[in-house]
């Protein structure tokens, strides 16, 4: 059975790094790429990003780049979404996703609660 | 950014009904649509790709088509469980985009 665990949920201030992530399991980790989407609260979602677990190749939305880093470690099946400074803006669930090659997600994880408060 | 726009942002419908969800493109996609259904509080659900092909499990009454710029969810014979926000999305170039979403309620 594919899975997609994410890390919980995560209460930091403004300023503070941040590193969460996404385990697969039940498939072939690096034959898939892992995609993030950001729902800020009471808002619809946002394509943030993929990696392919392989080789490390990312795509970013450009509205992302910079703002976050996605890596990956293939060896022990993990994704990860990384800030170096957060800002409240940050506040939302962020959900990892199975990404088919040539399609789009068709497994997701269960969600990462991110919230900054002073 | 290629930009989609759902229409109806919301919809109440009845157990029963037949509804239909019409996602536009900002330009062509040619057929690299997708439907996600997210139900309050969870992680969204993925039930069509390439605009027309169910996903794995995904029960026949979900139904989808179109080409290029304008597609179509169409679920029939709505269940207490269909209630939930629906999300089209391309994936013809980068950065995929999402709809704003539908939010189909129960009347």
């Known amino acids: 059975e594919v899975q997609l665990v994410q890390s919980g949920a995560e209460v930091k201030k403004p300023g503070e790094s941040l590193k969460i992530s996404c385990k697969g399991s039940?498939?072939?980790?690096?034959?898939?790429?892992i995609g993030w989407v950001r729902q800020m609260p009471g808002k619809g979602l946002e394509w943030m990003g993929i990696?392919?677990?392989?080789?490390?190749?990312?795509r970013f939305n450009p509205s992302f780049q910079g703002q976050v880093t996605i890596s990956v470690d293939k060896s022990i099946n993990t994704a990860y979404l990384q800030w170096n400074s957060l800002k409240a803006s940050d506040t939302a669930i962020y959900y990892c996703?199975?990404?088919?090659?040539?399609?789009?997600?068709?497994?997701w994880g269960q969600g990462s609660l991110v919230t900054v408060s002073p | 950014d290629i930009q989609m726009t759902q229409s109806p942002s919301s919809l109440s419908a009845s157990v029963g009904d037949r509804v239909t969800i019409t996602c536009r493109a900002s330009?062509?996609?040619?057929?690299?649509l997708a439907w996600f259904q997210q139900k309050p509080g969870k992680a969204p659900k993925s039930l069509i790709y390439?605009?027309?092909t169910l996903q794995s499990g995904v029960p026949s009454k979900f139904s989808g088509s179109g080409s290029g710029t304008d597609f179509t969810l169409t679920i029939s014979s709505l269940q207490p469980e269909d209630f939930a926000t629906y999300y089209c999305?391309?994936?013809?170039?980068?950065?995929?985009?999402f709809g704003q979403g539908t939010k189909l309620e129960i009347k």
């Open positions: 996703g199975r990404h088919v090659t040539g399609t789009t997600f068709d497994y």
């Open positions: 390439a605009a027309s």
């Open positions: 330009q062509g996609v040619s057929h690299y």
């Open positions: 990696i392919y677990p392989d080789d490390s190749d990312t």
């Open positions: 039940g498939y072939t980790f690096t034959n898939y790429w």
């Open positions: 999305q391309q994936y013809n170039a980068y950065p995929y985009t």
